[in-house]
């Protein structure tokens, strides 16, 4: 049966369907388990078999892929139940859809037997994506039963990182020669049950397995039977190492419309291919790392994880917010003298640290674009910076002396006008300074840019907007 396409409002209505049918499904095993009878426990499984036959029938008719978003939105009691009812055969590519704090509950509810069940329905790069989660006696009973060639290529995928190319890559490349003919290639080709996914071209090698070119499916198809592969293959090709980034690797696939790339090795020889699916996926685990990131929060979170673990996760910035926090209410009270001379300064300090915030997370974000995008070079940093603070110069004067007039109108006083004015002009500046520095020094540091940038950021302008804007009025109004 073909799997049901699930655009975003169908798949919101699947997911509704499956929590109806979960809460129909205690409902009545709740009346039931009331009920008195002689075979009480028979009853009850019957009922709780029927119950779950429907959900167990509507769940075969999805994509494992939405499967695994329906996981994601359930508590885990219920996420459990239907993981349960989930096809045996469809386990590996669920495990793979999964973030990896879901598919760590997953793996928690099953036999060591299962796991290796769910491996056996993978290729060796999946495998190799799931092993860093599999106990090791379970990945040893995974190696056990592959034959010798995908043996090699798991232990081949094992050994880069995961942010590597040959972690990512696929080994399920279409080899040919470059001295047969178009008619020959079609003849080899009939020979497949089916092509590998997004197969968009052929890998033409030599007789050691290095890379001479591609040929493009379209010259295939259209070109005369009789000409040679040399005849019509493309023979300047994207390439990728085994070593590279796969996020430089997903933005070149961005850049050149890419379907399928070759990776090959220090002599040229073809290790395997990335695909357009793949790179997909690393764009968006990269955009979701990065979401976490800016809120400080541990990448992919469960959302209906245990209550402890999320709350100890939290934990680090909440205790640098609360440390930040201290400091800015330090900062108040060093000034406690000024604000209840004029008490006009406490109405409009939030409003200098609310803005450098703003202005501050604009340019940080412009930043960690431009470092993903590898647009920023060292080189270019001093015309980066010249940038930002000329914006910050601009807009800091522009509506440092709106607010200053806004100030003068309220309460009549020129000199807190002036300070307003110069106070929102200094917090943009140092606002954009911190939107440039934190993740430029994060990514100096290797680590990603865009980890805690929000944080740092908002706990900086706060502090320092009080500061500046209450230090500026002592100074200039007392």
Same mark, same amino acid.
């Given at each position: 049966?073909?799997?049901?396409? /699930?655009?975003?409002?169908?798949?919101q209505?699947?997911?509704?369907?499956?929590?109806?049918l979960?809460?129909?499904?205690?409902?009545?095993?709740?009346?039931?388990?009331?009920?008195?009878?002689?075979?009480?426990?028979?009853?009850?499984?019957?009922?709780?078999?029927?119950? *779950?036959?429907?959900?167990?029938?509507?769940?075969?008719?999805?994509h494992?892929?939405?499967?695994?978003h329906? *996981?994601?939105?359930?508590?885990?009691?219920?996420?459990?139940?239907?993981?349960?009812?989930?096809?045996?055969?469809?386990?590996?590519?669920?495990?793979?859809?999964?973030?990896?704090?879901?598919?760590?509950?997953?793996?928690?509810?099953?036999?060591?037997?299962e796991?290796?069940?769910a491996?056996?329905?993978?290729? !060796?790069?999946?495998?190799?994506?799931?092993?860093?989660?599999?106990?090791?006696?379970?990945?040893?009973?995974?190696?056990?039963?592959?034959?010798?060639?995908?043996?090699a290529?798991?232990?081949?995928?094992?050994?880069?990182?995961?942010?590597?190319?040959?972690?990512?890559?696929d080994?399920?490349?279409?080899?040919?020669?470059?001295?047969v003919?178009?008619?020959?290639?079609?003849?080899?080709l009939?020979?497949f049950?089916?092509?590998?996914h997004? /197969?968009?071209?052929?890998?033409v090698?030599?007789?050691?397995?290095?890379?001479?070119?591609?040929?493009?499916?379209?010259?295939?198809?259209?070109?005369?039977?009789?000409?040679? $592969?040399?005849?019509?293959?493309?023979?300047?090709?994207? !390439?990728?190492?085994p070593? @590279?980034?796969?996020? @430089?690797?997903?933005?070149?696939?961005?850049?050149?419309?890419? $379907?399928?790339?070759?990776?090959?090795?220090?002599?040229g020889?073809?290790?395997?291919?990335?695909?357009?699916?793949?790179?997909? @996926?690393?764009?968006r685990?990269?955009?979701?790392?990065e /979401?976490?990131?800016?809120?400080?929060?541990?990448e992919?979170e469960?959302?209906?994880?245990?209550?402890?673990?999320?709350?100890?996760?939290?934990?680090?910035?909440?205790?640098?917010?609360?440390?930040?926090?201290?400091?800015?209410?330090?900062?108040?009270?060093?000034f406690?003298?000024?604000?209840?001379?004029?008490?006009?300064?406490a109405?409009?300090?939030?409003?200098?640290?609310?803005?450098?915030?703003?202005a501050?997370?604009?340019?940080?974000?412009?930043?960690?674009r431009?470092?993903?995008?590898?647009?920023?070079?060292?080189?270019?940093?001093?015309?980066?910076?010249?940038k930002?603070?000329?914006?910050?110069?601009?807009?800091?004067?522009?509506?440092?002396?709106?607010?200053g007039l806004?100030?003068?109108?309220?309460?009549?006083?020129?000199?807190?006008?002036l300070?307003?004015?110069?106070?929102?002009?200094?917090?943009?500046?140092?606002? !954009?300074?911190?939107?440039?520095? $934190?993740?430029?020094?994060?990514?100096?540091?290797?680590?990603?840019? !865009?980890?805690?940038?929000?944080?740092?950021?908002?706990?900086?302008?706060?502090?320092?907007?009080?500061?500046?804007?209450l230090?500026?009025?002592?100074?200039?109004?007392?």
């Amino acid at each position: 049966m073909p799997f049901s396409a /699930t655009p975003r409002d169908p798949l919101q209505h699947h997911l509704d369907l499956v929590i109806t049918l979960l809460e129909k499904h205690k409902v009545v095993e709740a009346l039931v388990h009331k009920q008195e009878s002689p075979r009480q426990v028979l009853v009850e499984q019957l009922v709780h078999r029927q119950n *779950l036959n429907e959900l167990r029938h509507h769940l075969d008719r999805l994509h494992p892929a939405d499967v695994a978003h329906i *996981l994601e939105a359930l508590p885990l009691h219920d996420r459990l139940i239907v993981w349960d009812l989930v096809k045996s055969e469809q386990d590996g590519e669920i495990l793979l859809e999964v973030s990896d704090a879901v598919r760590e509950t997953l793996l928690a509810d099953m036999a060591p037997q299962e796991m290796v069940a769910a491996a056996e329905e993978l290729d !060796a790069e999946e495998i190799a994506e799931l092993a860093h989660d599999l106990p090791a006696e379970v990945v040893s009973a995974i190696v056990t039963r592959l034959d010798e060639r995908e043996r090699a290529q798991l232990q081949a995928a094992l050994t880069f990182e995961d942010d590597q190319v040959g972690a990512v890559m696929d080994f399920d490349a279409v080899r040919i020669r470059s001295d047969v003919r178009l008619e020959v290639v079609l003849r080899y080709l009939r020979r497949f049950d089916k092509l590998p996914h997004q /197969t968009d071209k052929l890998f033409v090698v030599d007789d050691d397995g290095r890379l001479l070119g591609a040929l493009p499916l379209e010259n295939l198809l259209l070109g005369d039977a009789d000409e040679e $592969v040399s005849a019509v293959m493309a023979r300047e090709l994207v !390439a990728f190492q085994p070593e @590279d980034d796969a996020a @430089d690797a997903a933005q070149a696939f961005e850049r050149y419309d890419l $379907v399928s790339a070759p990776v090959v090795n220090g002599d040229g020889l073809l290790l395997g291919r990335l695909t357009v699916n793949t790179m997909i @996926d690393r764009v968006r685990q990269e955009s979701e790392a990065e /979401t976490f990131n800016l809120a400080g929060l541990n990448e992919g979170e469960d959302l209906f994880g245990p209550v402890w673990r999320s709350a100890r996760n939290r934990w680090p910035w909440l205790a640098l917010n609360i440390i930040t926090a201290f400091v800015a209410s330090r900062v108040i009270d060093a000034f406690e003298g000024s604000i209840v001379q004029l008490v006009a300064l406490a109405a409009l300090m939030p409003i200098v640290s609310g803005i450098g915030g703003n202005a501050g997370t604009q340019t940080a974000t412009l930043v960690i674009r431009g470092l993903a995008l590898g647009q920023i070079a060292s080189a270019r940093v001093g015309a980066l910076v010249f940038k930002e603070l000329g914006i910050a110069l601009i807009n800091g004067l522009l509506w440092g002396s709106m607010l200053g007039l806004v100030a003068y109108g309220l309460y009549q006083h020129v000199g807190l006008g002036l300070v307003m004015a110069g106070a929102m002009t200094l917090n943009l500046l140092l606002a !954009a300074s911190v939107g440039l520095a $934190v993740p430029l020094v994060m990514d100096k540091l290797g680590r990603d840019p !865009a980890y805690g940038s929000s944080v740092m950021l908002t706990a900086v302008t706060d502090a320092m907007g009080f500061f500046i804007f209450l230090g500026l009025a002592t100074l200039f109004l007392f």
